[in-house]
């Protein structure tokens, strides 16, 4: 795999994090706000499904605290407990060697 391949393998495994962990977080509004709205119609909580979209969304989570730079290889960003970024579009640049989000070296912005 060349270099430039490798760089975009990277950044797109961690779109597709960012779109399970906020497809997981809607869903789970999704039931929340149902089962309020209309709690005869529901009568069963989808328990299954609430457990399943917050484990989801864990090991999400977890994935981001270990998301390496492909760069440096070095955690990309391991002050998530600090600056919570994952509600915005998460951290914008590797702290160790600055790589940007998506970014490929050698290739024009
Ligand atoms: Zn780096």
């Known amino acids: 795999m060349t270099d430039t391949g490798r760089y975009e393998a990277a950044w797109a495994a961690r779109r597709q994090r960012y779109g399970l962990y906020y497809a997981l977080l809607a869903a789970l509004l999704a039931i929340t706000v149902g089962t309020l709205a209309a709690p005869d119609r529901l ?3 989808p328990i299954g499904v609430i457990v399943f979209a917050i484990a ?3 090991g999400a989570t977890r994935w981001f605290y270990r998301f ?3 760069r440096c290889g070095e955690v990309f960003w391991s002050q998530w407990a600090q600056k919570p ?3 915005e579009s998460g951290p914008q640049a590797c702290e160790h060697c600055g790589l940007k989000g ?3 070296p050698g ?3």
């Open 107 to 109: 290739e024009a912005p």
């Open 43 to 45: 009568p069963v909580a």
């Open 85 to 87: 970024r994952i509600t």
């Open 102 to 104: 998506d970014e490929i």
């Open 68 to 70: 390496r730079c492909p």
């Open 56 to 58: 989801g969304m864990l």
